[in-house]
């Protein structure tokens, strides 16, 4: 079946500097989601990406869909504790009209201040 | 409503014990989803219904574990005998998914039952 993966598992920051996760599907994908979970909180939908090699940024955050539609990152520009959280993403396969998205394992972020 | 309602929103109970959670999705979300938690780790998939389509219950760990959806409505997540181990918070996802439009995949996550099994 469909395995999507995740790197790193963690990520410790000092704030200001930049971090980046990589999300790397077993099959093409028709489309792949970005999610983050606060501490004590439940996963929120951040963006969509759908075309191949489409680039969607939301102020500091960069989101790169790759050119096979197989690999996704999410890029954080000068880190600030508010980013704090598990960062997920999830994947439909493309070749499915009737299967589930399937998440990451996420890439939890720590950010000292 | 206005989003994914789930309840309890916890559970303690007695190892041995039976127990049922709820999950109210986003009306007209022909899509849900059922994870389970642990401290600290990542989405742990469980099953997945779509519309009228034979539910994928591909995740779900052990013949304990088992969930219904009436129509396009409520969920239940059943878990028989309960063990230390299903201690965890179960997050149920409803999503709208008619694969031909895009941006239907979003899945809206509720706020999860925590669930302590003593």
């Known amino acids: 079946g469909q395995q999507v993966m995740q790197i790193p598992q963690y990520q410790h920051v000092q704030e200001g500097e930049d971090f980046t996760t990589y999300c790397n599907s077993s099959?093409?994908?028709?489309?792949i989601q970005w999610y983050k979970q606060r501490p004590g909180g439940h996963p929120v939908f951040l963006i969509q990406?759908?075309?191949?090699?489409e680039v969607k940024k939301q102020k500091r955050l960069t989101f790169q869909f790759g050119e096979a539609k197989k690999n996704s990152s999410l890029h954080i520009t000068a880190t600030q504790t508010t980013d704090v959280g598990t960062y997920f993403c999830?994947?439909?396969?493309?070749?499915?009209?009737?299967?589930?998205?399937?998440f990451g394992d996420g890439t939890t972020l720590t950010v000292k201040p | 409503g206005a989003g994914v309602s789930q309840s309890p929103s916890n559970k303690v109970t007695e190892k041995g014990k039976d127990v049922e959670l709820r999950c109210d999705p986003i009306?007209?979300?022909?899509?849900l989803y059922w994870y389970r938690q642990r401290l600290g780790q990542g989405l742990e998939f469980l099953i997945y219904?779509?519309?009228?389509?034979?539910?994928?219950k591909s995740g779900l760990p052990s013949d304990r574990f088992s969930a219904e959806r009436t129509g396009e409505s409520v969920s239940t997540l059943t878990i028989q005998r309960t063990q230390q181990e299903d201690s965890a918070v179960y997050l149920c996802?409803?999503?709208?998914?008619?694969?031909?439009?895009?941006?239907?995949?979003?899945?809206?996550f509720g706020p999860g039952t925590r669930l302590t099994v003593l």
């Open positions: 996802a409803s999503s709208l998914e008619v694969i031909s439009v895009l941006g239907t995949d979003t899945q809206y």
């Open positions: 099959t093409t994908l028709s489309n």
């Open positions: 990406l759908v075309k191949s090699g």
């Open positions: 999830a994947g439909r396969s493309y070749n499915t009209n009737a299967g589930k998205s399937t």
């Open positions: 009306s007209g979300h022909t899509a």
């Open positions: 219904f779509q519309g009228n389509s034979a539910p994928d």
